[in-house]
């Protein structure tokens, strides 16, 4: 039997995505389950960080903001046991322990993040300060 992993990208984004994962990846990161893939979106008041986590709950995350670097982790705990003895033909996730960390714009405020999980996926909003209300701005008249 042969299995297939069927890409959706169109051919030319494959070339350069390859290219760029041959040059400058050592295979790790994409074959290791240690980093689930994400999404960071801009939107008009906030940054939304989205991370694929399935088969976990919310309260498995650890979340914290430190010298405006945003950490998720997930620890796997003790007595949790992963079933070695299947024999996989693929194995592309893991439910091992992770960590990403992300260096968070200018102008975000870190007091107001809000994390969700549903249905596999961890929602992560980060607000947006209005740059100009830290800026002070003043005409001095000279005497």
């Known amino acids: ?4 992993r069927w890409q959706q990208r169109p051919a030319t984004a494959n070339l350069l995505s390859n290219f760029v994962e041959r040059e400058f990846s050592t295979g790790f990161e994409r074959n290791c389950g240690c980093a689930p893939a994400t999404n960071i979106l801009e939107k008009d008041n906030e940054y939304e960080v989205q991370l694929v986590v399935p088969g976990m709950k919310r309260n498995d995350f650890h979340m914290e903001v430190e010298d405006n670097v945003l950490s998720v982790s997930y620890e796997k705990k003790e007595g949790e046991t992963s079933n070695d003895d299947n024999k996989f033909l693929r194995k592309e996730f893991s439910l091992e322990g992770f960590n990403r960390r992300f260096t968070l714009p200018k102008h975000t405020d870190a007091e107001n993040i809000k994390a969700r999980y549903e249905n596999g996926m961890l929602y992560i909003a980060i607000p947006r300060e ?5 800026k002070l701005s003043k005409r001095i008249e000279i005497a």
């Open 130 to 134: 209005d740059p100009k209300k830290d």
């Open 1 to 4: 039997m042969t299995i297939i």
